[in-house]
């Protein structure tokens, strides 16, 4: 009789244990689906660096062209007050 009880507890702990484990598998593998997808969506550094220097090269186009504009207007104003 104590055998067969021992045996029952043990054979209980092993089938929790079996469940826990199941648990953690399907915990690993949606943490692995949801790295994937952070990975397929990480912009790497030298994505970064490239697109960076893209906005610095417009930006520095877009203040060329207001200095541009701003000398147009200076010298229609200049001619205006002559």
């Known amino acids: 009789m104590v055998i067969s009880i021992a045996i029952t507890s043990l054979w209980r702990y092993v089938n929790s244990q ?7 598998a399907r915990d690993i593998k ?3 689906t949801k790295l994937y997808e952070v990975e397929k969506s990480y912009q790497s550094k030298d994505d970064a660096r490239r697109e960076s220097e893209e906005i610095k090269r417009l930006l520095k186009e877009i203040k060329d062209d207001v200095k ?9 104003a200049d001619k205006s007050c002559s």
């Open 18 to 24: 079996a469940e826990i484990d199941k648990e953690l």
């Open 30 to 32: 949606h943490l692995t």
């Open 68 to 76: 541009e504009v701003s000398n147009q207007i200076n010298q229609k």
